[in-house]
């Protein structure tokens, strides 16, 4: 995209268009709900010939292109991550970008340099524990306010590791963290 912001070529297109036939597949995997082994099989059939295309495309571009250019820049980049990129062909759990954990992070992100307490290793870690189980909670359908109040009360009582595991947001149902 910074590509054809700079200098909106045929090329530039070309490749966006490409990694648009890809997102058009997994809006379709999902829209049909499919299970990973049959996510795999579409992916190989429909997305595999899409990659081979770029993939063609970039080994000729790469010639064709001043490396130093923003398309040029995006091309070596691509070509490094190949080997990365293809992974999620062959696991149907996999997403095809990781647009969700970056989503997720974001506001962690921006406001780091605003929290005073991780101005330290210790605050550091205890952030990253806070965050992750805030990030944990939502994507098992809690409300974090209401889990963390749930686990900050009964942590406490918690004698086992085994209670302790008992309170992790993937082993309780949102239903039974009450709202009070």
Same mark, same amino acid.
């Given at each position: 995209?910074?590509?054809?912001?700079?200098?909106?070529?045929?090329?530039?297109?070309?490749?966006?268009?490409?990694?648009?036939?890809?997102?058009?597949?997994?809006?379709?995997?999902?829209?049909?709900?499919?299970?990973?082994?049959?996510?795999?099989?579409?992916?190989?059939?429909?997305?595999?010939?899409?990659?081979?295309?770029?993939?063609?495309?970039?080994?000729?571009?790469?010639?064709?292109?001043?490396?130093?250019?923003?398309?040029? +820049?995006? %091309?070596?980049?691509?070509?490094?991550?190949?080997?990365?990129?293809?992974? =999620? !062909?062959? &696991?149907? #759990?996999?997403? *095809?970008?990781?647009?969700?954990?970056?989503?997720?992070?974001?506001?962690?992100?921006?406001?780091?340099?605003?929290?005073?307490?991780?101005?330290?290793?210790?605050?550091?870690?205890?952030?990253?524990?806070?965050? +992750?189980? %805030?990030?944990?909670?939502?994507?098992?359908?809690?409300?974090?306010?209401? =889990? !963390?109040? &749930?686990? #900050?009360?009964? *942590?406490?009582?918690?004698?086992?590791?085994?209670?302790?595991?008992?309170?992790?947001?993937?082993?309780?149902?949102?239903?039974?963290?009450?709202?009070?």
């Amino acid at each position: 995209m910074d590509a054809m912001k700079v200098s909106p070529s045929g090329s530039a297109q070309s490749f966006i268009d490409l990694i648009g036939n890809l997102y058009a597949v997994e809006k379709d995997i999902r829209e049909r709900k499919l299970d990973d082994e049959k996510i795999v099989e579409v992916r190989r059939e429909q997305a595999l010939p899409v990659l081979e295309k770029i993939k063609t495309n970039l080994d000729r571009e790469v010639y064709q292109v001043a490396p130093k250019s923003a398309l040029g +820049s995006a %091309i070596h980049y691509m070509r490094e991550q190949w080997p990365k990129l293809l992974v =999620y !062909l062959d &696991y149907g #759990f996999f997403p *095809i970008d990781n647009n969700l954990v970056e989503n997720a992070i974001r506001p962690f992100v921006i406001g780091r340099k605003n929290w005073l307490f991780s101005g330290s290793p210790r605050g550091a870690s205890a952030s990253a524990v806070i965050y +992750s189980i %805030i990030e944990t909670a939502k994507s098992n359908s809690h409300e974090p306010y209401w =889990y !963390l109040r &749930y686990l #900050f009360d009964k *942590i406490p009582c918690s004698c086992s590791d085994d209670e302790l595991r008992s309170l992790l947001p993937n082993r309780l149902s949102p239903s039974s963290v009450p709202r009070e």
